[in-house]
Antibody
Framework: QVQLVESGGGVVQPGGSLRLSCSASGFTFSSGGMHWVRQAPGMGLEWVAFIRDDGGNKYYADTVKGRFTISRDNSANILYLQMNSLRYEDTAVYHC?????????????WGRGSLVTVSA | IQMTQSPSSLSASVGDRVTITCRASQNINSYLNWHHHRPGEAPRLLIYTSSNLQSGVPSRFSGSGSGTDFTLTISSLQPEDFGTYYCQQSYSLPTFGGGTKLEI
């Protein structure tokens, strides 16, 4: 079955950097788009970034544009999120999610998430 | 595109029929999906393109609507249905409703 497992979260100071990973299994990773979605404490879900199957097209939420970079390694079945210039408001659980084949803009399967805490 | 859900929370009993509504700030045709999230778990896609049941999702869940107004209905509430329900538009870059927290 499809499995998405995030890792790399932790505590980081404002202005610092962190890289999240999402290990994928149970499907052909190289044939589908992938997303990052986050949930801040007590808040709802917020889409963060998307990368196409071949890594050629990337899209970002305005709140992270210029600071976060999404990438993927199709040979290792891993999705990444490089987060730079972190702010207090980036504190959240970060989920990776698989897009369905029919559209880029939905989420067919999700991971449990990895907690990122930005704190001095 | 702004998505507005109501109610923001509700309490219901096992066996009840529950309805959650979602409104888009502009016409999104049928590009509306519903997700369920229990604390500490991975969210789960329930309904895609307004009314299509995702594989493996119980038939007590159903969705309807088009344009700007959408509905998720749970016909007979089960204990495992607690958690938060989110609508999400896939007409353009994804946005979510604020969530409906369902307590059993």
């Amino acid at each position: 079955q499809v499995q998405l497992v995030e890792s790399g979260g932790g505590v980081v100071q404002p202005g610092g950097s962190l890289r999240l990973s999402c290990s994928a299994s149970g499907f052909t990773f190289s044939s589908g788009g992938m997303h990052w979605v986050r949930q801040a404490p007590g808040m709802g879900l917020e889409w963060v970034a998307f990368i196409r199957d071949d890594g050629g097209n990337k899209y970002y939420a305005d709140t992270v544009k210029g600071r976060f970079t999404i990438s993927r390694d199709n040979s290792a079945n891993i999705l990444y999120l490089q987060m730079n210039s972190l702010r207090y408001e980036d504190t959240a659980v970060y989920h990776c999610a698989k897009a369905p084949h029919t559209t880029y803009w939905s989420f067919e399967y999700w991971g449990r998430g990895s907690l990122v805490t930005v704190s001095a | 595109i702004q998505m507005t859900q109501s109610p923001s929370s509700l309490s219901a009993s096992v066996g009840d029929r529950v309805t959650i509504t979602c409104r888009a700030s502009q016409n999104i045709n049928s590009y509306l999906n519903w997700h369920h999230h229990r604390p500490g778990e991975a969210p789960r896609l329930l309904i895609y393109t307004s009314s299509n049941l995702q594989s493996g999702v119980p038939s007590r869940f159903s969705g309807s609507g088009s344009g700007t107004d959408f509905t998720l209905t749970i016909s007979s509430l089960q204990p495992e249905d607690f958690g938060t329900y989110y609508c999400q538009q896939s007409y353009s870059l994804p946005t979510f409703g604020g969530g409906t927290k369902l307590e059993i």
